[in-house]
């Protein structure tokens, strides 16, 4: 499998567990589900997402509330998406490497 191929996995794998995590708080309101980024992630995602929002969004315009918690929502599933791909690409250099520097070659 090319890095390519595997980024592009990671990615959407990330994206759709981090989706399904993000629209099950927002439904039924456990805060469970959104632990899961604060707690056992180690990149903190949430605060990079608001970080994002609050350059984005101007805190003093009242009407944008629900676009702007929509924007919170996506920006958290591409940077949870993001960090997979991270993650993945960095355990597939290091397999690469594992295998070059340790893997027996037979002659014929």
Known sequence: MTAKKLSVYLFTIGAVFATTLILLFRFYQIRYFILFFEVYNPVPILDI???????????????????????????????????????????????VYIKRKYCIKRNG
Request: with cysteine; aromatic share 18%; proline share 0%.
């Open 49 to 95: 997402a608001y970080l994002i929002t609050s350059v984005v969004f101007d805190r003093i315009d009242n009407h944008s509330i629900h676009v702007e918690a929509v924007f919170f929502d996506i920006t958290a599933i591409v940077v949870f998406g993001l960090e997979c791909v991270l993650i993945g690409f960095l355990f597939f250099k290091i397999a």
